[in-house]
């Protein structure tokens, strides 16, 4: 039997969420204050906390860093009557597990409370580190956004599951929707991280010089050859190379990194000898290889060659529950880079941004936010300085967005029927995290 904190100053409430979950075989324990909930942490060991964000003497997110700080492996769940967005983002950020929303829905808390338990287990296991640190689940080691929506966690999945080997991967998406941030997160998980990771725009390549590119050229060997130069599969060896916009290679030059990857050996330009190279071929492209293969402007064989695994970069309308996470870290990015100090965003304008469609993806919002944070002179980035077609769409615009959402609709109500009205099966089948659908519902009226 799992045993839950529960901190809430709602005394009815508390009591009926207490009986509820005793129902379901937790032992749960009462606190009504943040110090009384502090003293009671230390004293009794438990397997996760529940927390209402407003508390008499302080708030959720207090008792989550002070939770944090002494072990990290305890889950925290926040629960709020204001549903707000930033408020979300925030306790993500400092480690909560999940947040959510007054009225709770009880499938909802089971959920939570059985994800946050199996978390809670996989983290108590053993491991070579016993240094506490608070968790910052938003952001992995390698400084990158760790999202929180389904198709997210689908992508994390395929990479830790790719990484460890060395199979070539073929990355395919939208343009701005981050395939670069991809590579470099397989390369850092891979047993080549400690070894060059090299990113070539394959589109930035002239044909005639591309071989010198990737294979390197002697001075002399060409008119404008002054000097030796180390193409990017020596400057790779033992590492990772990516070649981004694998697609606009041409036919010849497709021939040359086939045979390259065939015989890994290369050889300069100019020169008699050939080099042995050891690299791992990650690749990308937003375009449809496979109708170029039947077209005949990509080859077969170099296709396959390159699509041992393949993963599928969600769009941000896919992954619209990231999108106040990707936010908050590319406004951080700006005040870095821009010397500035603006904490956040006016309620307003976190508004736009959901209702916007964002067709040049990450790229789009990431330019958005750091022309926002140029303009802006408060501490709060408003609606006046965002670009006027994010709050003042085109009548085409709106009309695609009805339709979407008359589509949208109809697929919700055929998911729930096809799984007898279970909405964690629901949400699964729609590529939905749980949040997002029950969101649904409410915008819908289908409660």
């Not at 002054?226 to 021939?255: R, S």
Request: net charge negative; with cysteine.
């Amino acid at each position: 039997m799992s045993t839950i904190l529960l901190v809430e100053d709602d005394v009815s409430f508390s009591e009926m969420l207490k009986r509820f979950l005793e129902r379901h075989q937790h032992s749960v324990i009462l606190s009504y204050t943040l110090e009384d909930a502090k003293l009671k942490f230390k004293d009794a060991p438990f397997d996760l906390v529940f927390t209402d964000l407003r508390l008499p003497d302080g708030d959720g997110i207090d008792l989550l860093n002070h939770i944090k700080s002494k072990d990290t492996s305890i889950p925290v769940v926040l629960m709020t009557g204001y549903a707000e967005v930033s408020t979300a983002v925030k306790a993500m950020k400092q480690g909560a597990f999940d947040y959510i929303s007054k009225p709770f829905n009880p499938e909802e808390v089971l959920q939570v409370v059985k994800n946050a338990l199996q978390e809670h287990k996989e983290e108590a296991k053993p491991t070579a580190s016993t240094n506490p640190a608070v968790a910052t689940p938003s952001k992995s080691a390698s400084n990158v956004v760790k999202g929180i929506s389904a198709a997210s966690k689908v992508l994390d999945d395929h990479i830790n599951l790719v990484a460890p080997t060395d199979m070539s991967v073929l990355i395919f998406g939208e343009s701005g929707t981050g395939k670069e941030v991809v590579a470099k997160a397989i390369h850092l998980k891979s047993s080549r991280k400690q070894q060059p990771f090299i990113a070539v725009d394959c589109g930035a390549i002239p044909k005639e010089i591309a071989a010198s590119e990737f294979f390197g050229h002697k001075k002399g060997s060409f008119t404008g050859a002054i000097n030796d130069k180390i193409g990017h599969f020596e400057a790779a060896n033992h590492g990772t190379l990516f070649l981004d916009e694998v697609g606009n290679l041409t036919y010849e030059n497709q021939i040359q990194l086939l045979r390259a990857l065939q015989e890994r050996r290369i050889k300069p330009i100019g020169s008699n000898d050939e080099i042995e190279v050891d690299i791992r071929l990650l690749t990308a492209t937003n375009e449809d290889l496979l109708n170029a293969v039947e077209q005949g402007d990509f080859r077969e064989d170099l296709y396959h060659r390159l699509n041992e695994f393949s993963i599928k970069v969600p769009n941000l309308q896919e992954r619209r529950d990231d999108l106040i996470l990707y936010a908050d870290f590319f406004l951080d990015n700006a005040n870095q880079q821009l010397n500035k100090s603006i904490i956040g965003f006016s309620p307003e304008v976190l508004k736009i941004f959901q209702n916007y469609s964002w067709p040049g993806n990450l790229r789009e919002l990431s330019n958005v936010i750091k022309r926002a944070t140029l303009l802006t002179t408060g501490e709060v980035i408003q609606k006046e300085v965002l670009p006027r077609e994010l709050s003042a769409p085109t009548k085409e615009g709106q009309t695609h967005s009805f339709s979407a959402k008359t589509n949208e609709k109809e697929l919700i109500v055929k998911a729930l029927h096809e799984v007898n009205n279970n909405k964690t099966k629901a949400a699964k089948l729609l590529n939905f995290s749980r949040k997002t659908l029950y969101n649904k519902l409410k915008e819908y009226n289908l409660e």
